[in-house]
């Protein structure tokens, strides 16, 4: 069974200091691998997502993730955070049955203080 | 612009009454899925579409229904909702889940 776990329910830093999102995954072969953010009152949007190729993997707004399979981990990472990264993360896995049914992390609520 | 539109966004309806949620994307996407998100439960997948009349259930698809009749929609029907499909609803599409899906923005439904 696949699997993901997010170490952090809550994360804070302040502006324009490193962000770090942990995540580590289960899965019984070579999964793919997704962070998705939602904001408040908003959709989820796809932030970025490992597909087997590059183990570093480039999001959008600055955001990038490594994909350690020794690790069994994807963490999500920010050299600066900026105020309107205040959302929450998830980290999700994609399971190849029931139409690649996407099985999401608890969340992960990123604040960033001024 | 690429996308998934869900209507409405907000909706409040009673016991009993008959509602469906619309989903429509301009994608050209196979896969489409519908899922329902609620505090300490997390998102869940209630039914997926791998492509035109092809539909199955997901993880907790009791009290919906799904069609696929094109490609482009898949409504979410409550034939007769209950207090405990107060949630909010996601749909989503895709090319192909290696690729990840696109959401809409959601509808929050409460049922009195």
């Known amino acids: 069974a696949q699997s993901v776990t997010q170490l952090d329910s809550h994360v804070s830093v302040s502006e324009g200091t490193p962000v770090l999102l942990r995540c580590n995954y289960s899965s019984s072969y070579s999964p793919s691998l997704f962070w998705y953010v939602q904001h408040p009152n908003k959709g989820l949007q796809l932030l970025l997502k490992y597909t087997s190729a590059a183990t570093l993997v480039k999001g959008i707004n600055g955001f990038e993730a490594e994909f350690k399979k020794s690790e069994t981990s994807f963490h999500l990472t920010k050299p600066s955070a900026h105020m309107s990264d205040a959302a929450e993360y998830f980290c999700v896995v994609s399971n190849y049955n029931q139409g690649g049914k996407l099985i999401f992390g608890q969340g992960t609520e990123l604040s960033v203080k001024p | 612009e690429a996308q998934v539109t869900q209507n409405p966004r907000y909706l409040i309806t009673v016991t009993g009454k008959k509602l469906t949620v619309t989903c429509s994307q301009n994608?050209?996407?196979?896969?489409m899925s519908w899922y329902r998100q609620d505090p300490g439960l997390g998102l869940r997948q209630i039914y997926y579409?791998?492509?035109?009349?092809?539909?199955d259930k997901g993880d907790v698809p009791e009290g919906y229904k799904v069609s696929r009749k094109e490609k482009r929609n898949f409504p979410l029907i409550l034939e007769s909702p209950s207090p405990n499909q107060t949630s909010l609803y996601f749909c989503?599409?895709?090319?192909?889940?290696?690729?990840?899906?696109?959401f809409g923005s959601g509808t929050r439904l409460t049922v009195v």
């Open positions: 579409s791998m492509n035109v009349e092809v539909t």
């Open positions: 994608m050209n996407h196979e896969y």
């Open positions: 989503a599409s895709s090319l192909s889940p290696l690729y990840g899906y696109t």
